[in-house]
Each structure stands twice: as C-alpha cells, then as structure tokens.
C-alpha cells in the first residue's frame, strides 16, 4: 500500500509542473498501462535517483486491484533495454537490412521536412503522405493529438484505422446503438458466465477476479473457443466450436429459448423491435442445423441455450478474435441479441461486453481537430499491401510516397506481409518510423526517430473494459534523446512551416481540451481530480446497468433485431450466419487444399508484436510453436516438436510443432505475433493471412484463413 505522502505533490497546478519532478528515494508516480488491453491498469512507478526501479498496479484501484499482467511487469526491463533506441538514425545500408548510422535530431527534422515538403509539393499533392499508426499507446495525447493536427493540416491522406475491433463494434452499434456493454464491476452478481472467444487470463486478465467471484457464488463459467487455452482449462466447461460460426450458435441457443419459452416477452415488447423478424430467422436454426455447422453436439447446443435461457444475469464477454473473418460484424450483432431476448440486462450481471469504449466522452474533435486541412483520401490500414504495390487495386488516389509510422509494427503485424515487405522496400518510398527498439519495420525505414516510453511522458486513458479515466504523469526524464510522439509532431510542423496555433498546444493543455466534454458521463472530471488521485470513474453509477430500462441509443430507441440501417448498407437487417470467406460452405476447393484454420491470436507474453524484444518474455514464449489436434498430427506424420512449415497461396512461416487434445480437431494455433527477424526463418503467421475485409467495419479477416502443415 501506498501513502500520499509518498506521492509526488499531487496538487501542485499543473503549470509550475515540469515533466518530471525531482525525484528522491522512495518517490512512487502515479501511472497507466498504455498497451492495447481492456484493463488500462492504474499504475505506480518507483524512482529512485531519477531512475524507475518498480512498475506496481495500484491497489486501491477498483479494477487493477494491486497486480499487472506478466508483460507490464517486465515494463523496466523493457525501458532501459540494451537496444532502445537512444538517438535518431538515417539509413546507410539497403533497405530491410537494418544498417543505419546516427544522427542529430537537426539533420533528422531537415530531412525529413525537405522530403515531405516535395512530396506536398509535386503533382500528386500530400495524399501521397501517408501516415500509419494505431494502440502501440492508447493514450489520447501520444496516440491521437498532434499527430493527427499535423497529418490534417498538412493534408495527408487518412488512415482507416480497423485493424483490431471495428466489425465488432459496428456490429454493436446496429443492435444496442452504441459499443457500451455490461459492466465489468457486476459480474459478481452474474449466475452464468460466457467467456466467448476471450481468453482472459491472456487479454483481460483484471476481468478474472470478478469471474471468480460469480462463481464463488454459484454461476458456472463456460467458455466458448476453439482452442483449450488456459481460459479454458480454468473455466467449468470448455465448448470447442469451429471457428466463424459463432453467428449460428447465437441463433441456435436463441432456438432452443423460444421453444423452451425461456424468453423475457415483457422486456421484449416494451424495448426491442423486429422480434417476429427474429423469431422467424431462429426457427431456421434448429438443434440439428446448428450442430451441424458449429461442429458441437446436439446436446450441447441444446444445454446451452437451456442453461442461458434459464439464467437471470447470464454475462457474455465477447473479444475481437471471434469478429476476425468474414461475417464477423454479423456474429457480434447476433450474439448481442441475446441478453435482450432474456432480459439479462435488466439486472446487474447480466449482459454482453465487447467494449466499454463508448461511454469515454472526451472531446476527441479538440483533441485530433478531424475538420482541419482539406478533405482527403481515406485507406484502410489493413490494405497496407495493396496501397504500397497495387495503388489502383482499390485504395484510389495517387501512389503512396512517403510513410510515416508510428505506435505500430506494420511490418510484423499488418495482413499478407510478403506484399507488405514487397511496397516497403520500394527504393521511391520515404518511410519514418517513430520507435522505442529498431522493430521489423524500423529495418525498412529511411529515417527512424527514438520516442518515449510510457515512464517518459505525460498522458491520458481511456478503457475498453472498465469505467475509469486514468492519467499518467512522466516518471522519468526521456531515456537518452528520445522525444513524446507529441513532441515530435511539433518539431516536424514547426520544420515544415506549419505555423498554425494548434501545432504549439503543450501536453497538459491537450489534456485539459480533451476533458472539456458537453456529456454528463464525464462531470467531475478535470485534471486537477486526476492529478490528485491519478483516475477517477466516469459519472455513472456502480454497477452500471445501460439498458436495464431501454434507453438504447439506436434510432429506434431499442435494441434492435430488425436494423434498417443495416438493410440500407446492403445487408442482411435481421441476425444471421455469414460463413468464413475460407470454408467449405464458400470455397470447398480451397479447403479441400489446406483444410486447416489458423488461429493466430496473441501469445501469453506477447501483445501482438510488444514485448517480443524483452529477453525474459521472449525466454518463456521460447520460438514460434504452432498447436495441432493429435489426429491432425498423425495424418501428416508429424510428431511433437517437429519442425513443420504451415503454409498457403500467400506465403508460409516455420515454427515447432505441439501436440495436444487442446485443440479442436482441424484447427491449429500459432501464438503470434513474432518479429520475423527474431523467428528462425525471418516469418511469421501473418505469412498467411489476407488483406480481405469483415462484413461490417472493414475489419481484418485474420483467423479466416486455410493452410496446410507438413514437416519442415
């Protein structure tokens, strides 16, 4: 536990603070986890002589409740590691070999300002800017403030930002109007609980705790996933479904509760429309039907949807690898149906929760200022590939001249990476990459610029699991010449002539502006309460129940099985099943060549590409591994740590073999997401996997996708 008056001054006004106060021994500095994670931990930071010494979850936070997750824990080896980067460095050697040579921050502003300025200057105009970002940090000032006035006012073309939870929550918004879900801080009162394609102990493991709770007062745990994972084995039932299908299972449990008359018809009547829509569209999803397409047995659809039905606060968490193909909008929407077919949210418990984003009101137009600049182009970042080598394939607009990356590896985690490389090595592409360590994309680039970790400057947070804005205040000075995202916008506007008021905002004044929010959820809230505390929950009660009453922000007002706005999108306006672009209902002849799905979700001690760098995670994810079913093993003669190539049309990675029942049977898993030159074969999973979109969103299709493993 820790005393206030252990804490930096926490009513000091914020001008007279500089970035970091002088530290003495036992100083502790409030924080947050900046990673793309639902839990966004309250931290503090023990410096000692200027130095971090300890990075702790704050106890007294609700939902951090005293404890990090194995990756964070590691967060000071990760800052003062032997290869962070320290100065800002221009390429000497070929592209993608990684040899660069340092420089002044000077010469690297110069250069970088001449090559973006006749860029903006030639014929094709600051479209052929484009820059590429997304949750390296979550925070609103390093993640979406200058960066994006600069990118605006310069005229760029804009980034589409879909890579992880867009068909989700577009799938959320055309059933309950908003991504806002139950709340986590009820899940005690839950009587069954729904871990849906969520390993939490990996992704969202302050969500675990709360779990625990139900169950301590009698709620089963269930989790639905293809694979074992060590959710799985924690939870009391495990329910390996084939992945994609998880649209069909939602309307066969939906089934069984209408034939059952398990359903909640007052709360329907007075706060759902299309109800007769639905209950057409389930009747087609019998027992029988559903088992066939899911690959579960009859008689567990038929529990399932008993024991939900049954229920009186049944909670869903669902996660965004079950929106990762290609109905993947479609069966977030389904699954969102069901608390309203029951009622479930009526009571605290109950309820879906793919995000608690949307309730985080923030003046996000003052913060990024989207109307600045002139209009332009929009590309979808999970198209890298074909913006990079095919510009007329889809993305529209002039070839992409210059790339600015930042809080991102596209490199090791955008779709159908040999075509990534391919645009990346283009000798006419200018490409500035702001970094902690010299990533796979680094190699690639023609300037890299060292930026400051989450210990080095200031911020603000959001969540996506909780209820709770988080500040976090520098704790030390920047590690050798490194500079905040924020800073580094700055100098490149004021180097390039942008002169405009908005580029010299500081960090604590694009903090206070982002605070400065019409909507009711954020009373209360102001950096003054948050430099004394360090995080303060949103101005909603606790639990939280958002549609116990209606009050569904859709156009109709309720939760909507039927969505017009889906049918003039072009879509199905009722709940369905869209299968996998991938799958034998679609493309048998593709399956019938590579007849097993890859899963390629994070590993425990990877967040998708950070931390792979950290020698001790690294040590205990050991190399890549790709999981088989034992009867998938022994039709292809393959034996526990083989090493065994898994491939497809669009590339192939080599990894170790595992052998285990922890898996269904046609799946396999590589717990990803690998540097390639930290991989023995310089490869990763995303070999694999396609640049194609999700029904709703344009989201990535990343685990729709069909490969065949033979032995190395």
């Known amino acids: 536990m820790v005393s206030c008056s252990q804490l930096s001054d926490p009513l000091m006004p914020p001008e007279t603070l500089s ?62 590691h032997d290869a962070r980067l320290r100065t800002p460095l221009r390429r000497v050697g070929a592209k993608g070999t990684g040899v660069f040579a340092p420089i002044t921050w000077d010469a690297a502003l110069d250069e970088i300002a001449t090559r973006l300025d006749s860029i903006a200057a030639s014929p094709d105009g600051p479209q052929a800017i484009l820059p590429y970002s997304y949750a390296g940090t979550m925070g609103l000032v390093q993640g979406e403030s200058m960066d994006r006035r600069f990118f605006h006012l310069l005229g760029a073309s804009r980034l589409d930002r879909t890579i ?34 969520t390993n939490t102990l990996t992704a969202n493991p302050h969500l675990w705790p709360f779990v625990l709770q139900a169950r301590a007062r009698g709620a089963a745990v269930i989790c639905i996933d293809p694979i074992r994972t060590r959710t799985a084995m924690q939870c009391d039932e495990w329910i390996p479904i084939r992945p994609g299908t998880d649209a069909a299972l939602a309307l066969g449990m939906m089934h069984v509760i209408f034939a059952l008359r398990l359903e909640d018809t007052e709360y329907m009547n ?146 159908d990476r040999n075509m990534v490389l391919r645009g990346l090595a283009r000798d006419d592409l200018f490409t500035v990459v702001l970094e902690h360590f010299q990533t796979d994309t680094c190699d690639w680039a023609d300037i890299v610029l060292p930026a400051t970790t989450q210990l080095e400057h200031w911020d603000i947070h959001f969540a996506y699991g909780h209820h709770y804005v988080t500040l976090n205040r520098p704790a030390i000075e920047p590690v050798g010449e490194a500079k905040p995202n924020s800073e580094i916008f700055r100098l490149i506007a004021a180097r390039m002539g942008i002169a405009h008021p908005m580029m010299r905002d500081d960090d604590l004044t694009i903090i206070r502006q982002s605070l400065d929010s019409q909507s009711p959820k954020m009373d209360g809230l102001s950096l003054d309460t948050l430099l004394e505390k360090g995080w303060s929950r949103l101005n909603l009660p606790t639990p939280y129940l958002p549609y116990a009453d209606g009050g569904f922000a859709t156009p109709s007002g309720k939760c909507e099985f039927v969505s017009e706005r889906l049918e003039q999108m072009g879509f199905d306006p009722v709940p369905t099943y869209i299968p996998p672009y991938e799958s034998v209902e679609r493309d048998p002849q593709l399956v019938s060549r590579f007849p097993l799905t890859l899963i390629s979700s994070p590993a425990h001690t990877f967040l998708n590409s950070t931390f792979v760098n950290v020698t001790s995670l690294r040590r205990q994810a050991k190399e890549p591994e790709v999981l088989l079913h034992p009867a998938d093993a022994e039709r292809r003669g393959i034996a526990a740590g083989a090493m065994v190539t898994v491939h497809n049309d669009r590339g192939a990675f080599l990894a170790k073999a595992r052998v285990e029942p922890t898996i269904r049977e046609g799946v396999v898993w590589a717990p990803s997401v690998w540097w390639g030159k930290l991989a023995g074969d310089g490869a990763n999973a995303n070999q694999t996997t396609s640049q194609r979109e999700t029904d709703l969103g344009h989201g990535p299709v990343f685990y729709d996708n069909q490969v065949e493993v033979g032995i190395a």
């Not at 924080?31 to 930071?45: I, K, Q």
């Not at 989700?168 to 009162?189: F, H, W």
């Open 270 to 415: 007075r706060y759902t429309i299309g109800q007769e829509a639905l209950r057409a569209r389930v009747a087609e999803w019998t027992p029988d039907r559903t088992a066939e397409v899911t690959g579960l047995p009859l008689d567990t659809v038929v529990a399932l949807g008993e024991r939900f039905g049954r229920a009186r606060a049944a909670f869903i968490r669902v996660n965004y690898g079950l929106q990762r193909h290609a109905g993947g909008g479609m069966a977030v929407r389904t699954i969102a149906c069901l608390p309203a077919v029951c009622g479930h949210w009526r009571r605290a418990g109950g309820g879906v929760q793919l995000s608690t984003s949307a309730n985080f009101q923030f003046n996000r137009t003052a913060v990024g200022h989207p109307e600045a600049g002139p209009a332009a182009r929009t590309i979808n970042m999970i198209r890298l590939g074909e913006a990079l080598t095919l510009p007329d394939a889809g993305v529209g607009g002039p070839p992409v001249q210059a790339l600015v990356v930042y809080n991102s590896n596209p490199a090791a985690v955008a779709p």
């Open 19 to 80: 970035p970091v106060s002088t530290q003495d021994a036992g100083t502790v500095v409030r924080g947050a986890c900046p990673h793309d994670c639902p839990d966004t931990c309250a931290t503090l930071v023990s410096v000692e002589n200027g130095r971090a010494v300890s990075v702790a979850g704050d106890p007294d936070h609700p939902v951090t409740q005293g404890f990090l997750c194995a990756k964070v824990n590691r967060y000071i080896e990760r800052t003062y």
């Open 164 to 197: 992880c939870s867009m068909a989700g929550a577009v799938g959320m918004r055309m059933t309950v109007g908003a991504n806002i879900g139950a709340d986590s801080e009820g899940v005690p009162e839950s009587d069954l609980v729904l871990l849906w394609g």
